[in-house]
């Protein structure tokens, strides 16, 4: 059986993607070691690039053949967009690559055949446990909070708060405090 080979292509006038690029990197916020390890999420829709970064949602309409999402490092890829200094930006995305023009950088991609992994993740800026709990409670599908790496956060997140619910049970039962009741409260607080 042959393998079947997915291709999307990407054409953009280079100036308005590096317009919406800077808008996004707006919300990323300068070099420091967080900002540096901000991924991208960019989805090319029918006739549409958007690059999704927690906080910051921007699209560019654009000429373009396929549907699929990629996940990029954001500065990285805003760089070369800007270094390139060409009218137009040519973006290719196969299997485990996206090419910008001339240059060729390894990414995860899910070509969609479906909506199963089409919605964008919504986090704030500056997202806390909360919201990465929230976001198991928002209705995501399973591919696409696993297209996004998202699980292991969520599982942390909610370790992370079972035990300081316990830490708190363990201050308050003195007081008469029950953990199951201190538990659902905070639960449904969430």
């Known amino acids: 059986m042959e393998q079947q080979i997915f291709i999307v292509t990407v054409r953009a006038n280079s100036n308005k993607l590096i317009q919406t690029l800077r808008m996004v990197k707006a919300a990323v916020g300068k070099r420091s070691s967080k900002a540096i390890s901000v991924n991208a999420e960019i989805t090319i829709t029918d006739g549409k690039i958007t690059v999704a970064v927690p906080g910051a949602v921007f699209s560019l309409d654009c000429i373009t ?23 137009e930006t040519e973006i290719t995305i196969t299997e485990e690559n996206l090419r910008i023009n001339s240059v060729t950088i390894s990414v995860r991609t ?10 964008t993740i919504d986090l704030p800026i500056n997202y806390t446990e909360a919201d990465i709990i929230r976001l198991d409670k928002s209705g995501y599908t399973y591919e696409e909070l696993e297209f996004n790496n998202l699980h292991s956060k969520i599982d942390l997140a909610w370790e992370n708060l079972d035990e300081n619910i316990w830490k708190a049970y363990e201050l308050l039962k003195q007081y008469g405090i029950d953990y199951s009741i201190l538990k659902q409260m905070v639960h449904d607080k969430i």
């Open 65 to 87: 053949h396929g549907v699929c999402k990629a996940i990029v490092p954001f500065l990285h890829f805003s760089q070369i967009i800007k270094d390139l200094k060409s009218k």
């Open 110 to 119: 899910t070509f969609i055949e479906d909506d199963g992994i089409l919605r």
